[in-house]
């Protein structure tokens, strides 16, 4: 069986691949992804989460840069930054919990800030509304 380590690294290559089918694959039916707001239940329900992250860092010019990692048993951390034509990742973690080879939880926390940003409608950009 797969190692928390080998399971989160597979899961950051095939974001990296920009692998929708892949990522979801790493995650048990019923995970549970923490993000701001409401949390994310099952893997049908991350996809659009993930399809809007994945098109976002697809964009050119995107840069990942993972700081730090940290392995201990059925738990996984992971510091990162990031920089896409849309947001400035400053400093963003994730932290998994692994089971059975499948991520069965998982928080995601980030500062991040709009590169763009509409003054006249105040609105947020589309790309940073599914972090948020």
Not at 52 to 69: C, M, R, V
Not at 79 to 94: G, I, V
Request: net charge negative; charged share 20%; hydrophobic share 45%.
């Amino acid at each position: 069986m797969s190692t928390t380590r080998q399971i989160v690294e597979q899961h950051l290559k095939s974001f990296g691949e920009q692998d929708l089918e892949g990522v979801l694959a790493d995650y048990a039916p019923d995970a549970v992804l923490f993000v701001p707001g409401e949390p994310i239940r099952g893997r049908d329900a991350m996809a659009a989460f993930f399809q809007a992250l994945i098109a976002e860092f697809a964009k050119p010019g995107a840069t990942f840069s993972l700081q730090q990692q940290c392995f201990q048993g059925d738990y996984g951390y992971i510091l990162w930054s990031a920089e896409t034509a849309d947001n400035s990742y400053e400093a963003a973690t994730d932290t998994f919990v692994v089971r059975n080879g499948k991520i069965v939880a998982q928080s995601f926390a980030a500062k991040i800030i709009p590169k763009k940003f509409d003054a006249w409608s105040g609105a947020v950009p589309p790309s940073l509304l599914c972090l948020l």
